[in-house]
């Protein structure tokens, strides 16, 4: 699967994204998510604005991010850890969480047609993916 397939994939599902590193974190959310790839990029972008670099977008090299892993602790909403090596080691460069779990108004109540979306997506692509480079025969 390419990074490019899967952002697809992750954008229906309408989670949010989260990129890090050493010094801090940027966090993309939205149900107008759309991606627009280009040479080696893949930018996500809004889809309501009218100049799409106008509000918040996350650009991302394609060739840096080799694998994904799903990361399930206990009482939280699992998330989609991508590393940027073809094993699933280190601190994960971007995060993508699944939509919650749990309904926070109502005292952590849980959200069956979240939790069904989750088991959905691991079932069908497992808990860890490979990323491969695009027209690659992989």
Known sequence: MTLQELLEILIRLR????????HGSMELRGDDLYLSPYNEWITI???????????????????TLRSAAVVREEGQTPH?????????????????YFPSFYDWTHGKTEIPANIAQYDAFVESRGMVLQLVEPNSED
């Open 80 to 96: 989609l850890a991508f590393y940027k090596t073809p094993e699933a080691v280190g601190e994960p460069l971007l995060i993508w």
């Open 15 to 22: 989670g949010t994204f989260i990129l890090q590193n050493e």
């Open 45 to 63: 972008y809004h889809a309501t604005p009218k100049q799409p670099e106008s509000q918040s977008h996350l650009h991302l090299r394609w060739q």
